[in-house]
Nanobody, 127 residues
Framework: QVDLVESGGGSVQAGGSLRLSCAAS????????MSWYYEDPGKFREGVAA???????HYSDSARGRFTISLDNAENTLSLQMSSLKPGDTAVYYC?????????????????????WGQGTQVTVSS
């Protein structure tokens, strides 16, 4: 029931920053663990960051220290502030909502596997 629409992707130089946004809607969308995944061509989607309902954030080793995930319930928006971007960050980034408490364990502590995906937004980082 969760609908997700990403925006904010673009092209930047290495070391630059981008802020990705995910407009979320649907019944009780904010009761889900929300996350960001990325997909490089030829590879499966991998978790980048996730945020629990209490605001606790989780990050991949690569994202930790550079990216910040946040939720703005008033604006129904999930965001990913990306700083110190590297060429390796180039990928399509997807907003995701988990399956809820009854779902299978997901890649991030406190989150289950993904149930809903956004359409993705392209991030390109040039060296």
């Amino acid at each position: 029931q969760v609908d997700l629409v990403e925006s904010g992707g673009g092209s930047v130089q290495a070391g630059g920053s981008l802020r990705l946004s995910c407009a979320a809607s649907g019944y009780a969308w904010n009761r889900h663990c929300m996350s960001w995944y990325y997909e490089d061509p030829g590879k499966f989607r991998e978790g980048v960051a996730a945020i629990e309902k209490d605001g606790t954030g989780h990050y991949s080793d690569s994202a930790r220290g550079r990216f910040t995930i946040s939720l703005d319930n008033a604006e129904n928006t999930l965001s990913l502030q990306m700083s110190s971007l590297k060429p390796g960050d180039t990928a399509v980034y997807y907003c995701a909502a988990d399956s809820g408490p009854g779902g299978r364990p997901g890649p991030f502590l406190g989150c289950s596997d993904v149930r809903s995906w956004g359409q993705g937004t392209q991030v390109t980082v040039s060296s």
